[in-house]
């Protein structure tokens, strides 16, 4: 069965950056779209950043623009989520979810295996 395991979360200052990874499993990697979202507390579940199967496109959403970077490798089968400069508003669990095909989106309905998430907690 298809499995996506997050690590690499952790508490942080603000300021600082921080990698997360997303090992999957059990489907083919490159033929599908990559995609990590988050969720504060209290918050629903959001979209942060994405990756074609290809990685030539890429998405960011407007809160991340700038500071994050997704990138994946094929041969690790692992997508990653760089972020710099952590505010506290950065404060979430952090989801990585494989698409349903290889394009990359925005919406959550177009995933298809989701990861139990990896907590990141920025503090001031």
């Known amino acids: 069965q298809v499995q996506l395991v997050e690590s690499g979360g952790g508490l942080v200052q603000a300021g600082a950056s921080l990698t997360l990874a997303c090992a999957a499993s059990g489907r083919t990697f490159s033929n599908y779209a990559m995609g990590w979202f988050r969720q504060a507390p209290g918050k629903e579940r959001e979209f942060v950043a994405t990756?074609?199967?290809?990685?030539?496109?890429?998405d960011y959403a407007d809160s991340v623009k700038g500071r994050a970077t997704i990138s994946r490798d094929s041969a690790k089968a692992t997508v990653y989520l760089q972020m710099n400069s952590l505010k506290q508003e950065d404060t979430a669990i952090y989801y990585c979810?494989?698409?349903?095909?290889?394009?990359?989106?925005?919406?959550?309905?177009?995933?298809?295996?989701w990861g139990r998430g990896t907590q990141v907690t920025v503090s001031s």
């Open positions: 979810a494989s698409g349903q095909n290889p394009y990359a989106t925005r919406r959550q309905t177009a995933y298809e295996y």
């Open positions: 990756i074609s199967a290809t990685a030539r496109t890429t």
